[in-house]
């Protein structure tokens, strides 16, 4: 063993030697090297054990860290947005003060131009108001002063009208007189006429007489003849015409 | 043709039945019809084909050749004739006989007979129909007109109808 390199040999072998020899016949190289694999699986399950307890102690450690660290952010973090919201609180006031501040100003000189700009405007519609009811006043009486002129010729008017009709009454008084007087000379003047075209119509009638007999003769008679019973007619009567036609057939 | 008269178209006799130049017109074509039938058969016998009959005839050409006394075997008569019949029927007088109402073949052939008889051998009538006529005829000549029919007299007798009214209203009133 190692602990025993150092000692020095003698001739004697001494206890501790036959003790080491004894031991070295007695711990033979299979008896150690069963010690050995022993030896080694104890350290192995010592190790075993001792890592799943490191492992439990690590996940504990582990735990309790991560705890500790969210509560330490989550109370870092809560300094902070206070912080931060306190800065942008004063941020945002002083930043609207000012905006306040110029619009106020703002608004101010547009109510003051707003102002200027209608004491104008009213001054002019007054002004203006005063000029129209000066026209207004002048053409009433315009109007009036006509309206009396057109009244008068009216007047004048219908005074000439009623002479007018008075008189073309009268006229057609008198024409209706003279109509009267035209009617009955007329009607004697038709009397006679109607009497005289009875007349001649009557005559005429008789002259026409003749020729509606003619035609009622053409037509019943036309179709009662044929030309073999008018042979011997027509023979006679062409040969009274013969001479006639002889000369003109020579010509 | 025979030999001791020469025929031509002022000494034709027409038969009765050829009453108008359609009639005669009818006569040229049937006989330019037959010359071209017999000049073709006599061109066949010189080529030696069989013998062709005559063609017939109409009543119409056998009456007027006979009448005529001509024939149709020699193609030079038949030219002379077809070009006498064409004469006749340019030259022919024409009167226009106008009826009351259409004329039968024999009348015409009747009022034919007169007129060739009576006023011109180779005249010709073209007949016509107007019943306003009533009856009689109305004739016109080549420069006259006759008018005989009842329409006509009626007409020349109106003066006398009218007398006859008023002496029938005359009575009445």
């Given amino acids: ?239 009274a015409n013969k001479q006639a036609l002889l000369d003109d057939m020579k010509l | 043709m025979s030999d001791t008269e020469v025929k031509t178209h002022e000494n034709f006799v027409l038969p009765s039945r050829v009453v108008s130049h359609v009639d005669v017109s009818r006569l040229v074509t049937e006989i330019e019809w037959v010359d071209n039938a017999m000049t073709t058969a006599e061109v066949r016998i010189k080529a030696g084909g069989a013998e062709t009959a005559i063609p017939a005839l109409s009543d119409g050409l056998t009456e007027f050749l006979s009448q005529n006394q001509l024939t149709l075997a020699d193609s030079g008569d038949r030219a002379d004739l077809i070009k006498q019949l064409r004469l006749l029927k340019d030259k022919a007088p024409i009167i226009h006989m106008t009826f009351a109402s259409p004329a039968d073949h024999e009348s015409l052939a009747q009022l034919t007979k007169w007129v060739r008889e009576s006023l011109h051998p180779q005249a010709l009538i073209v007949d016509g129909v107007q019943p306003a006529l009533v009856a009689g005829v109305y004739v016109r000549t080549p420069n006259h007109v006759h008018d005989m029919s009842l329409r006509a007299v009626l007409a020349g007798q109106r003066g006398e109808l009218v007398k006859e009214l008023e002496t029938l209203r005359a009575s009445s009133n």
């Avoid at chain 1, 300094?79 to 609207?96: N, V």
């Avoid at chain 1, 009617?183 to 109607?194: P, Y």
């Fill in chain 1, 1 to 239: 063993m190692g602990l025993f390199q150092h000692k020095q040999h003698s001739d004697k072998k001494s206890p501790m030697v036959e003790v080491f020899e004894y031991e070295k016949n007695f711990f033979d190289e299979d008896f150690r090297v069963g010690i050995r694999d022993h030896a080694r699986l104890y350290f192995e399950k010592v190790i075993q054990e001792n890592v799943v307890v490191f492992k439990q102690d690590l996940d504990e450690a582990s735990e309790a860290i991560s705890a500790d660290l969210k509560i330490r952010t989550a109370e870092q973090l809560d300094a902070s947005i206070a912080r931060l919201t306190i800065d942008l609180k004063e941020h945002i006031t002083k930043q609207l003060d000012g905006q306040f501040a110029e619009f106020t100003k703002a608004a101010k000189e547009a109510q003051d131009v707003a102002l200027g700009s209608l004491t104008t405007s009213a001054a002019a519609l007054e002004e203006q108001h005063k000029q129209l009811g000066t026209t207004l006043q002048k053409s009433i009486a315009n109007q009036s002063l006509m309206l009396e002129n057109s009244f008068q010729e009216n007047m004048k008017n219908m005074t000439s009208i009623k002479e007018a009709n008075a008189s073309a009454l009268e006229s057609l008084n008198r024409s209706v007189d003279e109509l009267k007087n035209q009617n009955e000379q007329l009607t004697a003047t038709l009397e006679k006429k109607i009497a005289t075209q009875e007349e001649s119509l009557m005559k005429a009638f008789e002259g026409n007489m003749a020729q509606v007999i003619e035609h009622y003769l053409l037509g019943a008679l036309s179709e009662q003849y044929d030309l073999k019973a008018q042979l011997p007619a027509i023979i006679q009567q062409m040969e």
